[in-house]
């Protein structure tokens, strides 16, 4: 099994839509895998529009996979939480512990 963070710093939908397609696939292939949602990616939740984000993350989550966002990213845009919250230090023992980082 592989380990895999796949980082979404977009919050274009159609580019955090098919992250979320991606990390379902290797999901569905049996690896690791954490989304981490930063800089504008923390709004990628919010929208529901034509590719519904939202679903697809939910989706990622109830296959095992894990959504995390930046509590700095989601803080300076007032946001309410979108996912869980998570830090830098965090973010980094995603990247050391990963086999593969894929950054959208």
């Given amino acids: 099994m592989k380990k895999l ?4 710093s977009s919050n274009e939908s159609e580019k955090a839509w098919n992250a979320f397609r991606f990390a379902n ?3 569905d292939k049996k690896d690791n895998v954490k989304v981490f949602l930063m800089n504008s990616g923390v709004e990628c939740l919010v929208d529901k529009g034509k590719h519904d984000v939202k679903a697809l993350s939910e989706k ?3 296959k095992g996979g894990k959504v995390l966002a930046c509590g700095t990213c989601v803080k300076s845009r007032k946001m309410d ?3 869980e919250i998570s830090n830098m230090e965090k973010f980094y023992n995603l990247i050391m512990e ?4 894929v950054y959208i």
Avoid: G
Wanted: net charge positive.
């Fill in 60 to 62: 990622f989550e109830q």
């Fill in 5 to 8: 963070t796949v980082v979404i």
């Fill in 81 to 83: 939480k979108v996912c």
């Fill in 25 to 27: 696939l290797a999901v």
């Fill in 98 to 101: 990963s086999n593969k980082t």
